[in-house]
């Protein structure tokens, strides 16, 4: 119950530990188009360019930004907690300009603050993060879209901790280029990363002046072997697919809304007995984000050794807080098969046995 | 029995598929340091930064350019096949000029060649395939250290499809940086990709001028979730780390020197077989490389037809030529757990039965 990796399901593991089989094979390559048919059925969308990538959700963030921004190009980078910041150093590292919008942790991004920096000059690309894991807040994206045109831009989103947890809806919002992890609400072990680019950022990508300063990454050759082509680029990493490919019909087949609608209700079954037992939420209602809470520890509570005794006596992971929240809160996840009322009474128990 | 993955053996999946637990996690954590223990033995080395990136090999190729070059900076880089090309694209995606020493496939790089080159100016790196995927060659790598001193440059190599089954002697040989795959003689899925650093590469890494490029791939950072601090940087792909660690031990328990000899045996056995076929082997004896080896397709021979049939009938992949050798040649891996006198058997049985 931290903030990822979430629990992983008997069939997922199951589905990992297949005997290994070539990346070029036919069985294995049908069930690569499984996958990505179920990714867009996940992501809501029909791009074509949606695909795992060989690495973890940081890789996909990584893959969005360097396959979309060039040297000189400029990006607004909307920064709330870890992840902005995060996006805003890779869009950096592309040689990209950066201008940030940003919100005090805890809150969600103003979108007039946007609107008015996009009034300023043209972007190449406008970034949000949908779900800040380090602060357990979920971004509106409906005002983003009529933003992003109105400064010319792509809009780039964070799903790692929404997609399969919360909707996602990537055409309905005209997101161009969305990435995630497999490990939070999807319930699959860490180590690919699910992206998705639209017909737009595609086009954005086939017109680039440069190369993309990743090979590893390189959208225009991995597209090629997800294509009718099968062009070899690199080794897939098989056993995750076959556990992904797993995971996703799990998700499938409890069903997108009754999927989220669990999420919501565990949370709020969380909520109402953590502040039953006296503990703070610092995050506004309107804003949570069902598979993460962000829970302020109380004053002479000692963070570590709490955390340590949940694991040792109750088997339990709690996140500890990162950047701004670094001593100040937990992070409580119930991510896809975590979400549970067992384990919201579990760690009601825990919490209740080991706070003074 | 195509140019990896290789099979896996049943320990190395039924630890692929132990529940996932955090990346945190006390217990995970011993596992990573088990992890970097062992490699460092398979590795011959006593690097401080030595450590499995999360993603495959091709991206470990990428972490040692990225990592060491910067914009300006002069690469040697030896071509005797796809991977020698491919660290050459990489190369001049970091920004770097790029000086190409090449070799007809089929064949080694002349030291001499590379030697000559490195007389004409001072170079940042060095770069050659110890054991080249797309041809079956293996590098002798001797004359590699005193060639980059004499030019000042670190020593790069590629050890995909050798690590684990050819001996890599990085100490020994003056190794700069070198990177691997899991998925080829370690016998563990594909996903992972070991690099070490000397202690010179890091000291080159660490004086940088510029940010490296590629957050995702950025030593500086990842060394610190790696060493006492265990800072946050992405959530490691801990179920792929499971496997590994349990590839290792077997690599450990059947001792680096038996585990060479046989991949030796295996080989010569397979060769001496194929020959008793009629079939040529393209690659000079003197520097064939015993995990995988290159057969020239007989005229008037279907390249595909006779694939398709060893794995429909036979359950056997071998793989198909790449580059030049394309429609030429296909290549029989004999790498890690598949290198056994029951496959090499069958592989002879089954194309004796394809061919005309």
């Known amino acids: 119950m931290g903030p990822g990796p ?15 089989i070539g990346h070029l094979d036919p069985v294995f390559l049908e069930l690569l188009d499984e996958t990505q048919t179920m990714l867009r059925q996940v992501f809501a969308t029909d791009n074509a360019l949606t695909l795992p990538m060989s690495a973890t959700g940081s890789g996909g963030m990584e893959t969005c930004f360097v396959n979309l921004l060039e040297p000189g190009d400029h ?6 907690g870890v992840f902005g910041g995060r996006m805003a150093e890779v869009a950096r590292r592309c040689g990209a300009a950066v201008t940030l919008v940003d919100a005090p942790w805890g809150n969600a ?12 000059r043209s972007f190449k690309v406008i970034a949000v993060v949908h779900a800040e894991t380090s602060t357990g807040v979920l971004q509106d994206l409906r ?33 161009d280029a969305v990435y995630s992890g497999t490990q939070k609400c999807l319930s699959c072990p860490p180590g690919l990363s699910p992206v998705s680019f639209s017909e737009r950022a595609a086009q954005v990508l086939s017109i680039r002046k440069t190369a993309v300063a990743s090979w590893y990454f390189d959208l225009n050759l991995i597209g090629k072997y997800f294509g009718a082509e099968r062009l070899y680029h690199h080794t897939a990493p098989v056993n995750m697919i076959f556990a992904l490919h797993e995971a996703l019909r ?19 079954a969380l909520r109402r007995g953590l502040e039953a037992l006296g503990l703070e939420l610092p995050v506004d209602r309107a804003v949570r984000l069902p598979p993460l809470t962000l829970v302020r520890i109380p004053k002479g509570v000692d963070d570590a050794k709490v955390r340590a005794q949940l ?3 109750h088997g339990l992971e709690i996140g500890g807080g990162l950047g701004n929240f670094k001593g100040k809160a937990w992070r409580i996840g119930l991510m896809g098969a975590s979400a549970t009322p067992e384990n919201v009474a579990l760690c009601l128990r825990a919490l209740e046995a080991a706070l003074p």
């Open 143 to 175: 005002p983003f879209r009529a933003i992003a045109d109105s400064c010319g831009a792509l809009l780039l989103v964070d799903a790692v901790t929404s997609l399969g947890g919360v909707a996602v809806d990537v055409d309905r919002l005209g997101i």
């Open 6 to 20: 979430s629990d992983v399901p008997t069939r997922v593991l199951q589905a990992l530990s297949r005997p290994t």
């Open 75 to 80: 990006a607004l980078i909307c920064r709330h």
């Open 311 to 313: 694991l040792a006596e």
């Open 250 to 268: 799990l998700v499938l087949e409890e069903g997108l809304e009754a999927r989220f609608a669990r999420h919501r209700q565990q949370a709020d």
């Open 109 to 120: 991004i103003d979108p007039d603050d946007v609107a008015k920096a996009a009034r300023a």
